[in-house]
Nanobody
Framework: QVQLVESGGGSVQAGGSLRLSCAAP????????MGWFRQAPGKEREFVAA????????YYADSVKGRFTISRDNVKNTVYLQMNSLKPEDTALYYC??????????????????WGQGTQVTVSS
């Protein structure tokens, strides 16, 4: 089963930064849009950011725009999420996902075909 592997989560104070990474051992997703989603306790999973398969288009939730940056390195088969100016409300389990379609520009919960297990991000005030 294809699996995405997230890393880089942790506990930080408000205003701090973290960089999440998502790798796909054994398979390349260089032709798939990739994205990050998160789920806080008691809440539904929500979209955070996405990047097109070429890396030329990025999309962000309003709540993270200007603070988070998504990027990808198709040679390393890795997607990143740089998170700055973290807030307590950013606390959640963060998931990486790959679009089920090739050559897409954005991945959504509905179109994601591959998911990681998640990495926890905890921001304290």
């Amino acid at each position: 089963q294809v699996q995405l592997v997230e890393s880089g989560g942790g506990s930080v104070q408000a205003g701090g930064s973290l960089r999440l990474s998502c790798a796909a051992p054994g398979r390349t997703f260089s032709r798939n849009a990739m994205g990050w989603f998160r789920q806080a306790p008691g809440k539904e999973r929500e979209f955070v950011a996405a990047i097109s398969w070429l890396g030329d288009r990025t999309y962000y939730a309003d709540s993270v725009k200007g603070r988070f940056t998504i990027s990808r390195d198709n040679v390393k088969n890795t997607v990143y999420l740089q998170m700055n100016s973290l807030k307590p409300e950013d606390t959640a389990l963060y998931y990486c996902a790959a679009d089920s379609r090739a050559l897409g520009v954005v991945v959504t919960i509905a179109t994601a075909g591959y998911w990681g297990q998640g990495t926890q991000v905890t921001v304290s005030s």
